[in-house]
């Protein structure tokens, strides 16, 4: 993932949280992993696991974890139980 993520970079440079600074290879990787538990933990038809299909890399997202995630975008803690059934 690093190394796929470094190519990418060496392409296209992907601003950082800070839209100043510039991603590195280690943090994107660490993004594409927190997509790709999410698709692995939630049920098949649920959005959350629809959405973590592809990785976006989206600045705002840089080194947070998928709790992180799903807390800033509904304003409700995170509770595993809440998705696995």
Not at 53 to 74: C, F, G, I, W
Request: hydrophobic share 35%; aromatic share 10%.
């Amino acid at each position: 993932m690093t190394a796929i993520c470094q190519a990418l970079l060496d392409v296209h440079p992907v601003h950082g949280r800070d839209m100043q600074s510039i991603r590195t290879a280690e943090d994107m990787a660490f993004e594409w992993q927190q997509h790709n538990l999410v698709y692995e933990l939630f049920p098949e038809n649920d959005s959350w696991r629809l959405s973590a299909k592809d990785v976006d890399l989206n600045p705002a997202d840089q080194n947070k974890t998928l709790q992180e995630m799903y807390e800033d975008r509904t304003g409700k803690p995170f509770r595993l139980e809440d998705f696995i059934k």
